[in-house]
């Protein structure tokens, strides 16, 4: 069984340029959320995505930055003309949207570190 | 809105000497309550979580969790740890009818032999 594959492991941009990550979900899960960890931070919540559709992207910076989980193929998280400070690990979780006692269990992925020159 | 206090970012301990890890929170809301662990170079794994019922939830590798309410603490403690359980750990909340975790800023466990 495979988890929630992402890609790539490790991404370099110099300033200007554009990142995508890419994130595949568990097999059969349909709900896809995408968080950033800062240096010596905790994770943040950016985006919650259902397949064509985002449900809650109150984490996600006003300019930039944008998510999509077509119906067919990975999710991807872009970002427009990267600044040193989108330096950091994002990661993404997935989960089948049905709830047992009340919550989805979020599934991670072993994240992309992003680094920007 | 909510958040995740965790107030100790390093915490030392001998292999085979008890741990406890510290986490409070604030909420305006009824929340789910949640431990992670991240071992380097990979992906978070829940190593247990409180949604409702016995405050005192065990998890994978030993770990368990006592819920209190009227301290709004849920501290995570294992008698007796093993090196592997180097890690960094993630307390993290869920409001009710969200899908969103809020993360503390996370304990780093180093266990010497």
């Known amino acids: 069984n495979a988890g929630v594959m992402q890609n790539p492991r490790h991404l370099v941009r110099r300033r200007g340029q554009e990142a995508r990550l890419r994130c595949s979900p568990v097999?059969?899960?349909?709900?896809v959320y995408w968080y950033r960890q800062l240096p010596e931070e905790g994770l943040k919540f950016m985006v919650y995505?259902?397949?064509?559709?985002?449900?809650?992207e109150s984490g996600m910076p006003k300019e930039r930055f944008s998510a999509e989980f077509p119906k067919e193929g990975p999710s991807i998280l872009r970002i427009q003309q990267v600044v040193r400070g989108d330096s950091a690990a994002y990661f993404c979780?997935?989960?089948?949207?049905?709830?047992?006692?009340?919550?989805?269990?979020?599934?991670f992925g072993p994240g992309t570190r992003l680094t920007v020159l | 809105a909510q958040s995740v206090t965790q107030l100790d970012s390093q915490v030392p301990v001998f292999e085979e000497a008890p741990v406890e890890l510290r986490c409070n929170y604030s909420?305006?809301?009824?929340?789910?309550l949640f431990w992670y662990v991240q071992y380097p170079n990979q992906g978070l794994q829940l190593l247990l979580k409180?949604?409702?019922?016995?405050?005192l939830v065990k998890g994978i590798n030993g770990f368990e969790a006592e819920f209190n309410k009227s301290q709004t603490s849920f501290h995570l403690r294992k008698p007796s740890v093993h090196i592997s359980d180097t890690a960094e750990y993630f307390c993290?909340?869920?409001?009710?009818?969200?899908?969103?975790?809020?993360f503390g800023t996370g304990t780093r466990l180093q266990v010497f032999p």
């Open positions: 909420s305006s809301v009824s929340v789910y």
């Open positions: 409180y949604l409702s019922g016995s405050t």
């Open positions: 979780a997935s989960s089948t949207g049905l709830t047992s006692g009340g919550h989805n269990e979020q599934f």
């Open positions: 097999k059969g899960h349909s709900h």
């Open positions: 993290a909340v869920s409001p009710y009818n969200t899908d969103k975790l809020i």
């Open positions: 995505l259902q397949k064509e559709n985002i449900i809650d």
